[in-house]
């Protein structure tokens, strides 16, 4: 009887050469870029100091009643355009991530076509969509809204088109069998399945866009990020201390909400 320790499979996955030469090349170049890139200790030890010095500054925040009735009229604007831009984003995902579905969208073949728009919206970075729409509209809310729709565009569309072709094809193929068309597939065997992970995404993506919004005021785009920016330019750090607490709180509060609206939807 041959040893039971001989005859177990081997439980390491077998490396062949060009595995082998590739997890090198890799490490080589994670190595590179830690010595290119990295901070270094003696760098962390030097930015002590100054990092103190800052905080130091920034301490304690400005309370005065004009600061901060400035802080909550920008606070509104960034709510304003970061709901408008989810909403008119997750609205206008809605059809584009049913033509980029694969194996569901009407378009055949020409849906990857869609799916590369959506792929181009999303690996564009907010900062550069607000620097163009600012370009394009101008300084204020309206190019942070912009950017906001294209950014959800890019989240939403991709998870919503995953979400349909990943629902249930039984009832698309009775559906399909008696004739009904692919709008009423979408609406009566697509949807009601997918309707809990795209729900999901789209709060995901309302909480994505508070985050997105409170920074592109830093390119002009409107919103609190715009009066961060200009506490730093003009070295008002405690105004800056202020507005940053602001935000803090308002990132807590919007995942706490969000939370607990996916905690209802389970």
Request: proline share 6%.
């Amino acid at each position: 009887m041959p040893d039971a320790a001989h005859s177990l499979p081997s439980r390491r996955p077998r490396l062949t050469p060009l595995a082998f030469i590739l997890y090198v090349t890799l490490g080589a170049v994670l190595i590179a870029s830690i010595n290119d890139v990295a901070p270094s200790v003696s760098q962390l030890v030097d930015g002590v100091p100054g990092m103190v010095s800052l905080l130091d500054r920034m301490t304690p925040p400005n309370l005065e009643p004009a600061f901060l009735q400035r802080v909550g009229l920008r606070i509104v604007e960034t709510f304003q355009i970061a709901l408008v831009g989810a909403a008119i984003g997750i609205v206008l995902s809605l059809p584009l991530g049913w033509l980029a579905a694969r194996g569901v969208s009407p378009l055949g073949r020409f849906g990857y076509g869609v799916k590369a728009f959506i792929s181009l919206l999303r690996t564009v970075p907010d900062l550069v969509w607000a620097l163009l729409f600012v370009a394009t509209v101008g300084l204020g809310a309206v190019a942070g809204t912009m950017t906001i729709v294209v950014d959800t565009i890019g989240f939403c569309g991709r998870f919503f088109s995953e979400a349909m072709e990943d629902a249930d094809k039984e009832p698309q193929d009775a559906l399909s069998a008696i004739g009904a068309n692919r709008v009423s597939i979408l609406t009566g065997a697509i949807l009601p399945h997918a309707a809990p992970s795209m729900i999901n995404s789209s709060l995901f993506a309302l909480e994505k866009a508070i985050r997105s919004s409170v920074i592109l005021g830093l390119v002009g785009a409107g919103g609190i990020g715009q009066e961060l920016k200009v506490a730093f330019d003009l070295f008002q750090y405690r105004n800056a201390c202020t507005i940053i607490l602001v935000i803090f709180a308002i990132v807590l509060i919007m995942e706490y909400i969000t939370d607990r609206m996916r905690a209802r939807l389970e």
